[in-house]
């Protein structure tokens, strides 16, 4: 079992950068892949960037590569993506996955799940 906190988001104009942050509670957080997503009302939740247990390898979504950055820290059981050059199309609720596999991007190959945290970029 994994449990899993966002936090980070905000309200921000196109351009700018944010971080989000997701901890994951328990000492197996080390052995999981773990992927962000993201989601707006009444469209399917969409597969941003996974990196692997060790953060030796990471996998993005065209839509952005170049401009976020994945990573993480086992000693503190935290995951970040890193937003640069922002777009309005970025706005979403953000949700960060944990999955044994690698690099999967499907959001039913990940069971655990965080809350989410909204993300707005005004143009």
């Known amino acids: 079992q994994v449990l899993l906190v966002e936090s980070g988001g905000g309200l921000v104009q196109a351009g700018d950068s944010l971080r989000l942050s997701c901890t994951a509670s328990?000492?197996?957080?080390?052995?999981?892949?773990m992927g962000w997503f993201r989601q707006n009302p009444g469209k399917e939740r969409e597969f941003v960037a996974i990196?692997?247990?060790?953060?030796?390898?990471?996998y993005y979504a065209d839509s952005v590569k170049g401009r976020f950055t994945i990573s993480r820290d086992n000693l503190e059981n935290t995951v970040y993506l890193q937003m640069n050059s922002l777009k309005p199309e970025d706005t979403a609720v953000y949700y960060c996955?944990?999955?044994?596999?690698?690099?999967?991007?499907?959001?039913?190959?990940?069971?655990?799940w965080g809350q989410g945290t909204q993300v707005t970029v005004s143009s």
């Open positions: 996955a944990a999955t044994k596999l690698y690099p999967y991007t499907r959001s039913a190959d990940f069971p655990y």
């Open positions: 328990g000492r197996s957080f080390r052995t999981y892949n």
């Open positions: 990196i692997n247990y060790s953060g030796s390898s990471t």
